[in-house]
């Protein structure tokens, strides 16, 4: 595999791994609800994402977007709201593992459905790949702390599934938009989350207006270094994988997040914990060195 091939999984996998960071920013004691937490971070991403975006737009000197290419970033917007709502809503409403898990059945439908929407070549080991890595995603979240829990299993799994169908078209449609060219990275992740955030916000728009500004300057900064950054190299990358490989990557986000938990936060994490990540790891290593002649 070439050096730039390597440099676009890295960028991936970086970026996922750098969202698993996110439970160091919210774990303080934000009184802020969770939608208005993701409302603040999709709205600073976007707003200090649009200068950035609109000097790499005059630097492309390119025609403006065609008619396609904007109901595609409109499909992105309305695509990441529901899958934030319905994700922050699975996480409110039971079990965290139920939720979770059921979110990330993502990178089985993008190894399904690449092949066929985007004309990905079909990946011998992407669809077993996400398989193992689901089975020890379940590992790494069952026997986290925390992870059993009273009723709501069934809403929160439910409510995580269509979280993970609308995170699918999110990035089948982030794939096709920058494979294509229609819009640079940066321009991709401040367009669509701005208005991501200005759809979500009317949903928790009395929080928002009593929240202190220290409340939203925490939310803003990590924001900018994991929605801006993490955000511009997912794209990147992505568009320059099948979005398939890119599914399994993103498996290292609640890896990460539980490894901070345990380093960080002081929460316990066992054996059986350890072996689900080094199956995820596994698969993530045997999808992204798969010989060119079943990859492009």
């Known amino acids: 595999m070439s050096r730039s091939r390597w440099g676009a999984y890295a960028a991936v996998a970086l970026a996922a791994a750098s969202w698993g960071t ?45 008619r396609g290419a904007w109901l595609r970033l409109a499909g992105l917007v309305a695509s990441d709201a529901c899958n934030y709502l319905l994700y922050f809503g699975a996480l409110a409403a039971g079990p965290v593992a139920a939720g979770v898990l059921s979110h990330y059945l993502t990178p089985v439908l993008l190894a399904l459905l690449a092949p066929r929407l985007l004309g990905d070549p079909r990946s ?3 669809l077993p790949g996400a398989a193992v890595a689901l089975a020890g995603l379940a590992l790494v979240v069952l026997t986290a702390p925390g992870a059993t829990g009273g009723g709501g299993a069934t809403v929160a799994a439910g409510l995580g599934a269509g979280s993970a169908i609308f995170y699918a078209i999110a990035v089948l449609l982030g794939r096709r938009m920058n494979a294509s060219r229609e819009w640079t990275p940066i321009e991709a992740v401040a367009f669509h989350c701005l208005g991501s955030g200005i759809l979500l916000a009317p ?20 924001a900018c270094l994991l929605g801006i950054v993490g955000g511009t190299a997912f794209y990147w990358g992505l568009s320059r994988m099948p979005a398939a490989h890119a599914g399994v990557l993103t498996y290292l986000e609640p890896v990460v997040a539980v490894g901070v938990g345990a380093a960080l936060l002081h929460e316990p994490l066992g054996v059986a914990s350890l ?5 995820i790891l596994a698969a993530g290593l045997a999808v992204v060195t798969e010989p060119p002649s079943t990859s492009p």
């Open 22 to 66: 996110w439970p160091l920013w919210l774990r303080g004691e934000l009184p802020l609800p969770p939608i208005a937490q993701a409302t603040v971070v999709l709205g600073t991403v976007g707003l200090v994402g649009l200068p950035f975006a609109l000097v790499a737009r005059a630097r492309a000197r390119r025609q403006g977007p065609r």
């Open 124 to 126: 011998r080991r992407a």
């Open 203 to 222: 949903i928790e728009g009395q929080s928002l207006l009593r929240a202190e500004w220290m409340e939203l300057v925490g939310l803003a900064i990590p």
């Open 275 to 279: 072996g689900g990540a080094a199956l």
